[in-house]
């Protein structure tokens, strides 16, 4: 299987689900004050501060391989941040947590390893 198959949940989906929608003001806000850290493609750990932007792709969470949140868009108000994902994630810890960033030339797969800690597990060739 190819890493780039290993995302868990189907891209194509515009809108996030309930649990979403009040993350995406939490992320807007985060803009404001000036964290405009983002998810760089050599992190092998996620900072809580970066920003989950697709930007030409999607970014998701995932609860034991179902699709929680999906977020599509270039702008900040479309993305959320890691610590958004780890205070969902404390909310069920024993779960498997994943982030899902798949862009056009790279995807990167995060897994949680516990409180904060979200750690590289897989990395492919994005929709390209």
Do not use: K
Not at 4 to 33: H, V
Not at 77 to 83: G, I, P, R, S
Not at 116 to 122: K, V
């Amino acid at each position: 299987m190819e890493q780039s198959s290993l995302a868990d949940g189907d891209c194509g989906s515009a809108a996030p689900n309930d649990e979403g929608g009040r993350f995406l003001a939490t992320a807007a806000a985060a803009q404001r004050r000036g964290e405009r850290q983002q998810c760089h493609a050599d992190a092998a750990c996620l900072a809580s501060d970066a920003l989950l932007l697709p930007g030409l792709g999607c970014a998701s969470l995932s609860r034991n391989g179902e699709v929680v949140i999906e977020l599509q868009g270039i702008e900040g108000e479309h993305a959320m941040t890691v610590a958004d994902a780890e205070r969902l994630a404390l909310e069920e810890p024993e779960q498997e947590w994943c982030i899902h960033l798949v862009s056009l030339l790279e995807d990167r797969h995060y897994r949680r390893h516990g409180a904060g800690l979200w750690r590289l597990y897989a990395r492919g060739h994005g929709l390209s």
